[in-house]
């Protein structure tokens, strides 16, 4: 049979895998058919596309850990606010951004740097500057909103306002709201009322942040969300051939929430489309360290951080098993060493899940009691490093360590300690809260810092990990999540998803792999993101 593509670089690299001499590879129906050299052109015929190109081919890149719908749309409609870093510039953007939406109902806005305001948070002061006027920050880590009292006044709220999970509506000494605004149940409270994009428009703001992916050399990302307009989106987008990368969408489970919930994540495993699948379900077992709702062992600093963000954890439990027992993996959301914990309690209890693997995210501070468990009970442990590097001052100087203390910050993103204990290492970005362009996360990971910031002294410099240990925490891995055996890997017989670069980025500096140009990706079987 005559193959659909064929494509010849310099060299194809499996990471971790032995090199060999091989550099052409063939696709029949989304399927990579042989693995070799030149002869491999013999099996194409008159509608074959034939394709050389003076690079190398690795498994097609995946980020285990995004968020592209309520991502693209904030990045669409919102004020970006990450060069934010004082009370002042929070201010001056403010100002320019009502100047520029002149007559808009709200300002919104993300990515903001909770140690603009000091050891308290407090929305209040936007009345001095901007009376009137509805404001809404959503914080750099998602988990927190910073709103105006005009918000705070539209929606009448009073802080005694009760949720099914920890969140809050933060108030004073006095009781008064304070405009700081805890968790998802009561975000949703504010950023229900922002105004609504039409499905295309919606459909637009991902298409662009998607395609921007992809040039990086991503070819899948797992959406750790599917909230509304997440069916359509991806069917407007599906339906017209536009997806540049294959989506995996794991729905939500709310905190606390009931089985007749459960059965409808359940229900929605069947949903999909030529380049996107609902596949896995996703918990948060609690908060952030920044907001104090992460959940360790001991309080931090403040005497917070010491709860779940589940009420009742022993639903969170149950809800596993629930899922375990319909062969649906689960993703875990899990901050802190008590969470991590309770999380691998509750997977152990509930057993391997047949559709793919268990997976906890984030476990930004763990002990050294928690290690080896990753790796006896194969529970993917999902690590943003990006996080470590661009959130955390390596002085500890910053919130995130203030609060947790020297040790537990000494125990930050741990992937050195993870990868010797035998765990399976994935590693993300947590896109928009994250770098999205893999070449710079893989840099850092294997530098710990930025890697733009030669001059930035690394944050923990004993967890740095090889570059091929990077690549292959990022193809073969995502592919053992989702339980397919044989992706992740430029192989016959495994799907044809390929990220093709100029240079084989495991011979190159992390400097150099961050600007590693990338000259294609092959998608179920199709080029993308090839100039000619």
Known sequence: MNADLI???????????????????????????????????????????????????????????????????????????????TREQLISATAARISQLAGAEWITGFNLDLNVFGSEVDGRFFEEHFPGIKISYLTADAHALVISPAVVAQLGLTGTEEFADASQIVVDR??????????????????????????????????AELRTLAASGLTGVHALDFADPSQEVYEYLDERNLLPLFVHASPLIPADSTPQIWQQALEQQKLGG????????????????????????????????????????????????????????????AIGDAAVAFALDAIEAAGPATGGAHRIEHLESIGDELLDRFAQL??????????????????????????????????????????????????????PIGVADPRVALADAQLRRPVEETGRAALHTEQAISS???????????AL????????????????????????????????????PVLATVVTGQLHHYPA
């Not at 074959?48 to 749309?73: A, K, M, N, Q, Y």
């Not at 194969?378 to 910053?398: C, E, K, M, Y």
């Not at 091929?468 to 995502?478: C, F, N, W």
């Not at 055996?485 to 961050?514: D, H, K, R, Y």
């Open 174 to 207: 006095t009781g008064a709201p304070t405009g700081y605004i805890l968790e998802l149940q009561a975000m949703d409270l504010v950023m229900s009322q922002y105004p609504v994009p039409s499905i295309a428009q919606a459909a637009n703001y991902v298409l």
């Open 468 to 478: 091929a240990e990077a690549y292959y925490a990022m193809t073969r891995i995502p």
């Open 481 to 516: 999540v989702t339980g397919n055996p044989a992706g992740g890997q430029v192989a016959t017989g495994s799907p044809a998803n390929l990220s093709i670069f100029a240079n084989n980025p495991l011979s190159l500096t992390p400097e150099e792999q961050a600007a590693n």
């Open 378 to 431: 194969n529970v993917v442990a999902s690590v943003q490093p990006v996080h470590g590097t661009r959130l955390i001052s390596p002085h500890g100087d910053d919130n995130w360590s203030t609060r947790l203390g020297a040790e537990r910050a000494r125990h930050g993103w741990r992937t050195r300690d993870l990868l010797d204990a035998g765990a399976p290492l994935a590693l993300g970005s947590d896109w």
């Open 7 to 85: 494509i010849s670089a310099r060299a194809i690299i499996n990471p971790l895998a032995k090199e060999t001499s091989e550099t052409t590879v063939a696709i029949s129906d989304g399927i990579i058919s042989a693995v070799g050299g030149p002869e491999l052109r013999a099996q194409a015929g008159e509608s074959t596309r034939v394709i050389e190109l003076d690079g190398v081919i690795l498994p097609g890149l995946v980020d285990i850990h995004t968020h592209p719908i309520w991502g693209s749309i904030e990045r669409g409609t919102s004020l970006d606010l990450a060069e934010v870093k």
């Open 274 to 333: 030529t380049r996107w699948k609902v596949s896995g379900v996703k918990f948060m077992l609690d908060g952030t360290a920044d907001n104090g709702s992460a959940w360790f062992q001991s309080p931090d600093c403040l005497g917070e951080n010491a709860h779940s963000l589940w009420r009742n954890p022993r639903a969170y439990a149950q809800a596993v098993t629930f899922f375990t027992a319909h062969g649906v993996p689960t993703a875990t959301h």
